[in-house]
């Protein structure tokens, strides 16, 4: 078993759905919880970051982060095309210079 | 703004040929990070410099080094390139301390192996 998994997709969506994409993990360890947003051939771009279990907001974003499941989700409301990349999961037990274990990435295109 | 910054964004080398990529930081992080990506798949972290202190992943491959001379420049240094290493190498720092662990990546230098 893979510590994180996420589907790859691609999943594909019209402009203005809201779009849901998620993760699972193994290690009970994970405090620390990212989701990065990378653009074809650009760097992964930090979109959210959670500690622990709860929800975060910022705008048309919502990460929420379910450690007793070990689940993970992050929620696009009013999904634009501009929207259109690669959603990475990433997490850490620690805030220090621990390495980020990183899901697969899930493909998304929202279709105008 | 601050931010992280790779040069070159392309770099076409011959096999066996080595190449140099580079990386800066405006954010004064104390931790740098090296990956490496290939197509549809996750970062794999190379290596990570804590300050001056250099940390290898088990599975780096010995022809992988890296330098890092101050707070700001990383460099990654591939000693004889193969076509296995033709991959999307990104750079990435972290504050250490404040209990926070997110990353910050730069753009990333396209590597092409010919």
């Known amino acids: 078993q893979k510590e994180v998994e996420q589907d790859p997709g691609p999943l594909s969506v019209p402009e203005g759905a809201i779009v849901s994409l998620n993760c699972t993990y193994s290690?009970?360890?994970?405090?620390?919880f990212m989701w990065y947003r990378q653009y074809s051939r650009k760097g992964p771009e930090l979109l959210m970051y959670?500690?622990?279990?709860g929800n975060k907001e910022d705008g048309r974003f919502t990460a929420q982060v379910d450690k007793s499941s070990k689940y993970i989700s992050l929620f696009i409301r009013d999904s634009q095309p501009s929207d259109s990349a690669t959603y990475l999961c990433?997490?850490?037990?620690?805030?220090?210079?621990?390495?980020?274990?990183f899901g697969k990435g899930t493909k998304l295109t929202v279709n105008p | 703004d601050a931010m992280v910054i790779q040069n070159p964004r392309y770099q076409v080398t011959q096999f066996g040929k080595p190449v140099t990529l580079s990386c800066s930081q405006t954010l004064n992080h104390n931790v740098m990070y090296w990956y490496q990506q290939k197509s549809s798949q996750a970062p794999k972290l190379l290596f990570h410099?804590?300050?001056?202190?250099?940390?290898n992943e088990a599975d780096t491959p010995d022809n992988f080094q890296s330098r890092r001379p101050n707070t700001s420049f990383c460099f990654l240094d591939i000693r004889s390139p193969g076509l296995g290493d033709a991959a999307m190498y990104l750079c990435a720092t972290s504050r250490v301390g404040g209990g926070r662990g997110e990353q910050y990546f730069g753009p990333g230098t396209r590597l092409t192996v010919t």
């Open positions: 410099y804590y300050d001056k202190d250099f940390n």
């Open positions: 990433a997490m850490t037990r620690s805030g220090g210079s621990e390495k980020l274990v």
């Open positions: 290690n009970s360890a994970f405090q620390y």
């Open positions: 959670t500690y622990s279990s």
